[in-house]
Nanobody, 125 residues
Framework: QVKLVESGGDLVQAGGSLRLSCAAS????????MGWFRQAPGEEREFVAA????????RYADSVKGRFTISRDNAKNTVYLQMDSLKPEDTAVYYC??????????????????WGQGTQVTVSS
């Protein structure tokens, strides 16, 4: 049973940084394609970033490109989302997701069957 647990969410001022972690159990992240998504109140869940096996470069949503970085630490079985230059519009619950399939950095949440419980990020202006 794959389990993903996010952590690192917090209240931060605009312009600040946070690093989110997604620790996996029941599977090794080297066998997964991984994604980060977020959902703001009253909004649909949206793609943030993804990293895939066999892809040299991650994919990012235009809204976070140049500010967020997704990375993996296979030894710790953890995926990270480094978030810099945070903006109030980044406020949301952030979820990590994984799949054993080759998702090819898909931005479609339906391609990821495994999800964490989410971690809250709040950016104040």
């Amino acid at each position: 049973q794959v389990k993903l647990v996010e952590s690192g969410g917090d209240l931060v001022q605009a312009g600040g940084s946070l690093r989110l972690s997604c620790a996996a159990s029941g599977g090794t992240i080297s066998s997964f394609d991984m994604g980060w998504f977020r959902q703001a109140p009253g909004e649909e869940r949206e793609f943030v970033a993804a990293t895939a096996r066999g892809f040299a470069w991650p994919r990012y949503a235009d809204s976070v490109k140049g500010r967020f970085t997704i990375s993996r630490d296979n030894a710790k079985n953890t995926v990270y989302l480094q978030m810099d230059s945070l903006k109030p519009e980044d406020t949301a619950v952030y979820y990590c997701a994984s799949t054993y399939e080759f998702a090819r950095c898909s931005y479609n949440s339906a391609n990821y069957p495994y999800w964490g419980q989410g971690t809250q990020v709040t950016v104040s202006s």
